[in-house]
């Protein structure tokens, strides 16, 4: 599995993940069915599917921040070779911040509304740093200067609520990298923003993998966002991971029909007017469980009888697909299938 | 040439800001849209882009009178819409329908589908007896994609782009002219994105439509629209042909917008140049003085930007441009400011990212014709 990671191995690994959500009295959800992937220093890996398909579980999973009642997380998620599933609440809290950040897609829900925005890098830097005073004052209004928020000293005795939002998710930024932290997951960061200030972000994250070494988990569902930033991307469908590739391989090449229609569904800025977009058909609830067959089968136009448990009698598999790629399909698209975004 | 469906003219839409405890007092105004024109041809779509909170939503609502505009004039079908009384704006809203983001959202989860799509019809009194108002509403449903089935369920019964299917067959349902679509689709997955793209377009071609659609995603506007207009704090700061605007953008917003879009294609994205705007937008209460862009501007000069007004100017047939300094941005004899100068000066950044473009990499906005292979 783990194709990545130098020598010196993978800053994430994430092995055999699977989260359930069962309440009492109502049927289990499989949010998250079995994902795999790893990470490497410096490396950006894309998490990339449609609403509801198991981006942010994953992520939140990996962190140790889902609840724990009605839950059930099993697998294995280690974060420099040391196993995070199980460890107590203790030790994730003092690796989140300090080894491992994540930033939301709602910034305002993780700054604390009553406290200036000052108070909460500096809190930050000494529980994770130990330093107080005028030095973690200073290295505060540093951190907030190299995430371009101008005239950062007036800005740290500000409330968050009088920051814009996308002055907010800067600061967010400022705070996680307080600690330079070996692992980055950003959940959706420039999706409530502007696409200029998505700009902004975008370039901030590039800067702090390529400066830092960041191992950065970045999930969002803009295949755009994806081309411009993610070395290596897992597309997800219904739980599970459907297709892996280099980034370049992934958009030049898709196999797996999901991909192949996303890519078709896009509309592109430098796309001519008139060229009909190719949907998929049907919405992410046309889903069947992976158990009977593909979960894309009801949506997929390649299907064929063996996509079904019934008739083949297995699952379909993630299986490695050539170089650097793997793929969950049985009748993946020819690679002379037209390119990335392929109107003409 | 006829008359065109929608015309507007100086449209303002200003929002008093009220301080005090005992008495409101007005403190200022919010000018969230300040003097806008625009025509809008029959059964042609026009996409209005720009920045959250510069003012799209407002703008539609005041066409439609949702919002009673502080100045201007609405013309529809070469009638003043603030002269009607009553009676004829009735009749006339019934010409002008609008799509929501979430269009069933906002309304009564206890209703289902067949009482949401009829209550328009039956507040028009259209549709006849009951049989003609099942049949409609059959084959309204028949038109944006879904089963007659789809009647006796409840809007929580269905997927975000059912119910912009439904929503926008209760817009269409009263056979109006005009449709404001405001973000129709962008709550939407993209696979479901281009279902809703394909039927709006679709539909416009068989009823003969005219559309006004709002969005802040660039590409899909691009797909849609004949003619884009690109608006700034209240204003349109740049009007063209779809084609025309994406090819040659003019306005340095309309080009730093571009070139933020991200493009799904990993071959455009490394050799894009990005032209990064800093900090964001000012706030519409108190708006910059002279050019409203000029305090992010890459391309702002010592002289006329600050204090003086640009006004739209037509610098190619319907290309329309509010920029003093349009041509010489346009020809490249005005270089915006590097990353370096602008921490100098207000801090404004042009960086270039991924493999060498050439210096005119970003003149059409997303780089040079790409061809596949
Ligand atoms: N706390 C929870 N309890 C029960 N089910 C949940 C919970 N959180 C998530 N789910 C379910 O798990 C599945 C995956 O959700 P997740 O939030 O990971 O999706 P996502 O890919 O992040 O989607 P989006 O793009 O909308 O953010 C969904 O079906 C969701 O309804
Ligand atoms: N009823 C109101 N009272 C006061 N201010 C308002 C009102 N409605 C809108 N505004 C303000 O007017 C400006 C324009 O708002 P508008 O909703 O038209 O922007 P928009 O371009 O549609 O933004 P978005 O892309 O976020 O929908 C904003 O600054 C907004 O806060
Ligand atoms: S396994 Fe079958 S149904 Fe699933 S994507 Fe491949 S061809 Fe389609
Ligand atoms: S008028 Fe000046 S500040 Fe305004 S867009 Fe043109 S160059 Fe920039
Ligand atoms: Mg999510
Ligand atoms: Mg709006």
Redesign the interface.
């Known amino acids: 599995m783990s194709a990545v990671g130098g020598a010196a191995g993978p800053v994430l690994q994430v092995e055999d993940l699977r989260v359930r959500f069962q309440r009492r009295g109502e049927v289990a959800t499989h949010a998250v069915d079995g994902v795999s992937f790893a990470v490497a220093p410096g490396e950006t890996v894309g998490l990339v599917g449609e609403s509801g398909c198991g981006k942010s579980v994953t992520s939140l999973a990996t962190m140790g921040l889902l609840p724990k009642r009605g839950v059930h997380v099993s697998g294995s998620v280690k974060l420099d070779g040391e196993e995070l599933l199980g460890a107590g609440d203790r030790t994730l809290r003092k690796l989140r911040g300090k080894d491992m950040a994540m930033v939301f897609q709602d910034p305002l829900s993780s700054l604390n509304p009553t406290v200036t925005i000052g108070t909460q890098v500096v809190e930050v830097l000494a529980e994770h740093r130990g330093m107080k005073g005028d030095a973690a004052r200073r290295e505060a209004e540093d951190l907030l200067d190299r995430v371009g928020i101008p005239d950062p000293r007036r800005r740290l005795g500000e409330y968050p609520h009088q920051l814009s939002g996308g002055m907010r998710q800067r600061a967010l930024i400022a705070m996680s990298l307080a600690c330079s932290p070996r692992l980055l997951i950003a959940d959706e960061p420039t999706t409530a923003l502007d696409v200029t200030i998505q700009a902004q972000i975008l370039e901030l994250l590039r800067d702090l993998v390529q400066g830092s070494g960041t191992a950065l988990v970045m999930i969002t569902h803009d295949l755009g966002v994806v081309a411009g930033l993610c070395d290596r991307v897992h597309v997800m469908y219904a739980g599970r991971i459907i297709e892996t590739a280099e980034r370049r391989d992934l958009f030049a090449r898709p196999r797996h029909p999901y991909t192949g229609g996303l890519l078709a569904s896009v509309p592109r800025l430098d796309g001519g007017r008139g060229a009909p977009l190719t949907p998929i058909r049907g919405s992410a609830r046309d889903t069947i469980p992976w158990t009977q067959g593909c979960a894309f089968a009801p949506r997929c136009d390649v299907a064929l009888d063996d996509c079904l448990v019934e008739v083949s009698g297995s699952e379909v598999e993630l299986a490695d697909d050539g170089a650097g790629r793997q793929l969950r399909c049985r009748h993946p698209l020819t690679p002379a299938v037209p390119t990335a975004g392929a109107h003409p | 040439m006829t008359e065109p469906l929608l015309r507007v003219e100086g449209l303002q839409v200003h929002f008093p800001i009220k301080r005090g405890v005992f008495v409101d007092r007005t403190v200022g105004h919010v000018k969230a849209v300040d003097g806008v024109d625009l025509t809008i041809d029959r059964g042609t779509t026009y996409g209005l882009v720009g920045?959250?909170g510069c003012g799209k939503s407002t703008l539609g609502r005041a066409i439609l009178r949702l919002e009673e505009p502080t100045a201007g004039q609405v013309w529809f079908d070469g009638v003043d819409v603030a002269s009607l009384r009553p009676e004829p704006l009735r009749h006339m809203r019934r010409r002008m329908q609008m799509v929501f983001q979430d269009p069933l959202g906002s309304l009564d989860p206890r209703q289902d589908v067949e009482s949401l799509l009829a209550e328009p019809l039956k507040a028009h009194g259209l549709g006849g007896s009951g049989a003609e108002i099942a049949k409609r509403l059959r084959e309204l449903l028949d038109s944006v994609g879904l089963p007659a089935a789809a009647l006796r369920r409840y809007p929580h019964e269905f997927?975000?782009?059912?119910r912009q299917r439904i929503g926008i067959a209760r817009a269409i349902t009263v056979e109006p002219d005009l449709l404001i679509a405001d973000e129709p689709v962008s709550a939407l997955?993209?696979?479901?994105?281009?279902?809703v793209?394909?039927l709006l377009?679709e539909l416009q071609e068989r009823l003969g439509l005219t559309y006004l659609v709002i969005a802040?995603d660039?590409?899909?506007v691009?797909?849609?629209?004949?003619v884009v207009g690109v608006m700034y704090l209240g204003s349109l700061v740049e009007q063209a042909p779809?084609?025309a605007l994406?090819e040659t953008p003019l306005h340095p917003y309309t080009r730093?917008?571009?070139?933020?879009?991200?493009?799904?294609?990993?071959?455009?994205?490394?050799a894009?140049e990005?032209i990064?705007?800093?900090?964001?937008?000012p706030s519409p209460a108190n708006p910059p003085s002279g050019c409203r862009f000029h305090t992010r501007c890459p391309w702002r000069q010592e002289t006329r930007c600050d204090d003086e007004v640009p006004v739209l100017r037509e610098l190619a047939p319907g290309h329309l441009v509010s920029c003093h300094w349009a041509e010489d941005v346009r020809d490249g004899v005005l270089q915006p400011r590097s990353a370096e100068q602008v921490a100098a000066t207000q801090?404004v950044a042009v960086?270039a990212?991924g493999t060498e473009a050439g210096s005119d990499g970003f003149v059409g906005?997303?780089?040079e014709p790409?061809s596949?292979?």
């Open positions: 920045e959250s997927s975000g782009g059912q997955d993209v696979s479901v994105q281009a279902q793209v394909n377009e802040h660039l590409a899909v691009r797909h849609i629209s004949d779809a084609d994406y730093a917008l571009m070139s933020a879009v991200p493009v799904p294609d990993p071959v455009v994205e490394d894009r990005r990064l705007l800093s900090g964001d937008l801090g960086a990212t906005g997303v780089d790409i596949y292979h």
